[in-house]
Nanobody, 123 residues
Framework: QVQLVESGGGLVQAGGSLRLSCVAS????????MSWFRQAPGKERVFVAT????????NYADSVKGRFTISRDNAKNTGYLQMNSLKPEDTAVYYC????????????????WGQGTQVTVSS
């Protein structure tokens, strides 16, 4: 198993930016596809973005395309989610997840999760 720890969340005004980080330990980070999900109060956890092992392939939810950028630095065992032009509807707990088998958009396909970091966007 790989252990994941997110950071970088906080309170930001609409239109602002945040950069989330996800530090991995315990296993070779570069063996894992990495994804970000989010969960708003009272709602299901949903896919945000994913990046392949080497960082060459990315995929985004339609709701964040053009505003969020996923990246990774395997030398630092760290993944990132740069969030720009934030909207109040982006408010949620953001989780990073890692999978050996591919960048699925379904939470059930991930065995490795971080504890989450809260992002709150005020209007």
């Amino acid at each position: 198993q790989v252990q994941l720890v997110e950071s970088g969340g906080g309170l930001v005004q609409a239109g602002g930016s945040l950069r989330l980080s996800c530090v991995a330990s315990g296993r070779t980070f570069s063996h894992y596809h990495m994804s970000w999900f989010r969960q708003a109060p009272g709602k299901e956890r949903v896919f945000v973005a994913t990046i392949s092992r080497g960082g060459l392939t990315t995929n985004y939810a339609d709701s964040v395309k053009g505003r969020f950028t996923i990246s990774r630095d395997n030398a630092k065992n760290t993944g990132y989610l740069q969030m720009n032009s934030l909207k109040p509807e982006d408010t949620a707990v953001y989780y990073c997840a890692a999978s050996l088998s591919g960048g699925s958009s379904y939470p059930r396909d991930y065995a490795n999760w971080g504890q989450g970091t809260q992002v709150t966007v005020s209007s």
